[in-house]
C-alpha cells in the first residue's frame, strides 16, 4: 500500500519533505552539528555515528512509508535541514498514530515545529484518514510539551517509565488530538517555554 506523499508548505520560509537517501548526508551533517544537544531527548542519535547510519535510515524510512507503516519528513528551513518529524507506530485497525519531532538548536524559538506538527496533523487525519494522533513527551522535556499544547494537543496522563533513556526508564506525558476535535477547547496541564 502506498499513500501519496509530497512535499508539505509550512509557509514562505519552510517546507517538509519525505525523507530520502538524498538527504542522508545533510541530514547527519545535521545530526552530528548538535549531537550534544539532541542526545538529550533523543537515544536514537548515539547509533547515528557516520553518514551511512543516516543512510541506512532513510532508507528504512522510504520502505516504512513504502509499506504505509510510518511517513517520515525532513524539516527545511530556508531550504536546509533543521529537523525532522514523523508519522509512527501506525496502527490501522484502530486508526491510530504517534507523531514524533526535532529541531535543531538554531531553528527552535520561530514557531517551525509548532506548523510542522499543524502540517503533518492534516497530512495524518486529510490524507491518512487517521483518527487519533498522539504526542509522547518525556516529562522534563519542556520544549516538546510546549509545542504539543501550542498545537493544541491535550495532555491525558503519565505513562510510567515508557521510554528507555540513557540508562534509565523516563515517564512520558501523553498528549492526544482526535479528528474534529474543536481546537477552542481551553487547554489544561502543563505550560512550557516556546520551542
Not at 489544561?188 to 520551542?195: D, I, K, L, S
Request: with cysteine; glycine share 10%; net charge positive.
Amino acid at each position: 500500500m502506498s499513500l501519496p506523499g509530497g512535499t508539505l508548505l509550512l509557509g514562505a520560509d519552510a517546507t517538509l519533505e519525505p525523507r530520502s537517501g538524498r538527504d542522508a548526508r545533510e541530514m547527519f551533517e545535521a545530526v552530528e552539528r548538535d549531537r550534544e544537544d539532541l542526545r538529550e531527548w533523543l537515544p536514537w542519535v548515539d547509533a547515528t555515528r557516520t553518514p551511512a547510519d543516516a543512510l541506512a535510515y532513510a532508507r528504512f524510512a522510504e520502505r516504512q512509508a513504502g509499506a504505509a507503516l510510518a511517513f517520515d519528513f525532513s524539516i527545511r528551513s530556508n531550504g536546509r535541514i533543521a529537523g525532522a518529524i514523523g508519522v509512527h507506530h501506525l496502527d490501522w485497525t484502530d486508526s491510530v498514530a504517534h507523531l514524533g519531532y526535532w529541531l535543531a538548536p538554531g531553528a527552535r524559538g520561530r514557531g517551525l515545529a509548532t506548523r510542522a506538527v499543524a502540517s503533518i496533523e492534516r497530512y495524518a487525519f486529510e490524507r491518512l484518514g487517521i483518527h487519533r494522533l498522539e504526542i509522547r513527551c518525556v516529562i522534563e522535556n519542556v520544549r516538546s510539551r510546549a509545542v504539543a499544547e501550542r498545537a493544541g494537543y491535550r495532555l491525558e496522563g503519565t505513562l510510567r517509565e515508557a521510554y528507555a533513556l540513557h540508562g534509565r526508564f523516563a515517564d512520558l506525558a501523553l498528549y492526544a488530538k482526535v479528528a474534529g476535535d474543536d481546537r477552542t477547547v481551553p487547554r489544561r496541564g502543563f505550560t512550557g517555554e516556546r520551542a
